[in-house]
């Protein structure tokens, strides 16, 4: 790549999980066009995991529906397993599955970020960015281990309130994790 | 790995009176690969350069598209047994993830009115599964025409007619918060 084609990405490695070859495929070419320099993949968490040893990811992409560990159970045994390769490292669940139960379902497994399909390249842009801008720190309660679920919103306006009822999460942070959007602050 | 001397970790006591860690670690990505910004213009680009795989998405969907109708055989016939149910769910939503993914939204939009069906739908009702095998068509001719995009008046046509069945089986009123994702 010619240096005045870089982007900031040339060092990170990423690592995609997904079950679908094409998607795979899709995430390698979003990623590389973006900049990254390496990207490994995985066909399932149990490959995922292997490969987390042996690449050491700066930041990883999963997919929620896999088999026969789907990407929740990735992500929690990445979070908590004693021999978990990197418990902190930062995890985008990519799913199609943006009902709110299912978002904080995803948030309370540990995920980083949240990436709705369909996939694009500015999307995918923006977890990164997120990531390596605006890190949160991890929290460990008897329950859970992971990044800190509460994060700050921007334009917000309006009422908050939580949805849905019993959720620790307002309207807008859910809103916020389905689009990457939060404050510099 | 971090060791865990560059960790900060802080006991702390919620709201509700339970002990937590807040742990902070240095950022190192920031060193790594902190002259990163999202930049439209670029996504923009590489956006314009899947053309290649949007040309091959028909080729690579044309096994899942017959997975998708064998899949809807059983179901119409006990779309009561819930593995069932969920075998034929699971493709539906690969549909909707992907489609939009490789630059054909008509299929993400008609596979996420199927996944509400499939979720919120009566399967007593005959229109429910009408309106089921209806959506598993329409994916069928979205592919087999190559009909990326929205797939212009036809596709929007299509999508007209299905959003009105769609409405008919789940209205509104009575489950808005699926409306949300439609």
């Known amino acids: 790549m010619s240096k005045s084609n870089q982007t900031g990405l040339e060092k990170l490695k990423v690592l995609v999980v997904d079950d679908h070859r094409n998607m795979r495929d899709l995430m390698k070419f979003l990623l590389t066009g973006l900049g990254v320099g390496y990207v490994s993949t995985a066909p399932d968490s149990a490959a995922a995991f292997g490969e987390m040893r042996a690449f050491l990811p700066d930041i990883v992409f999963a997919d929620w529906a896999m088999e026969p560990l789907d990407g929740l159970d990735f992500v929690r045994l990445v979070r908590k397993a004693s021999d978990s390769p990197d418990p902190f490292v930062p995890i985008v669940m990519m799913s199609g599955h943006t009902e709110y139960s299912r978002i904080i379902e995803a948030r309370d497994a540990g995920i980083t970020e949240f990436l709705a399909k369909p996939l694009s390249a500015i999307k995918v842009a923006q977890r990164i960015e997120n990531i390596i801008h605006r890190p949160r720190p991890f929290v460990r309660t008897a329950s859970y281990f992971g990044p800190d679920r509460r994060r700050q919103t921007k334009n917000f306006r309006g009422t908050e309130r939580r949805a849905p009822p019993d959720s620790l999460l307002t309207e807008s942070e859910i809103n916020a994790l389905l689009s990457g959007d939060e404050d510099d602050e | 790995m971090m060791s865990d001397e560059e960790m900060k970790v802080r006991k702390m006591v919620g709201p509700d009176g339970h002990p937590y860690e807040l742990i902070e670690r240095p950022?190192?990505?920031?060193?790594?690969?902190?002259?990163?910004?999202?930049?439209?213009?670029?996504?923009?680009?590489?956006?314009?350069?899947?053309?290649?795989?949007?040309?091959?998405?028909?080729?690579?969907?044309?096994?899942?598209?017959?997975?998708?109708?064998?899949?809807?055989?059983?179901?119409?016939?006990?779309?009561?047994?819930?593995?069932?149910?969920?075998?034929?769910?699971?493709?539906?939503?690969?549909?909707?993830?992907?489609?939009?993914?490789?630059?054909?939204?008509?299929?993400?939009?008609?596979?996420?009115?199927?996944?509400?069906?499939?979720?919120?739908?009566?399967?007593?009702?005959?229109?429910?599964l009408m309106t089921i095998d209806l959506h598993v068509a329409a994916i069928e001719a979205i592919i087999a025409e190559r009909l990326a995009g929205d797939g212009g008046n036809k596709g929007r046509e299509l999508q007209d007619q299905l959003r009105v069945l769609l409405e008919a089986c789940c209205p509104r009123q009575a489950t808005p918060e699926i409306w949300r994702s439609v």
Do not use: M
């Open chain 2, 27 to 128: 950022n190192k990505l920031l060193a790594k690969a902190g002259g990163f910004r999202a930049d439209p213009e670029r996504a923009a680009r590489i956006q314009a350069k899947l053309s290649v795989l949007r040309d091959r998405y028909p080729d690579l969907a044309a096994e899942e598209v017959v997975k998708l109708r064998a899949a809807w055989r059983p179901f119409r016939e006990t779309p009561s047994d819930a593995p069932t149910t969920e075998r034929f769910a699971t493709i539906a939503h690969d549909f909707k993830g992907q489609g939009g993914s490789f630059g054909y939204p008509l299929v993400t939009q008609v596979a996420t009115s199927l996944c509400i069906l499939l979720s919120y739908g009566d399967f007593a009702a005959p229109k429910t």
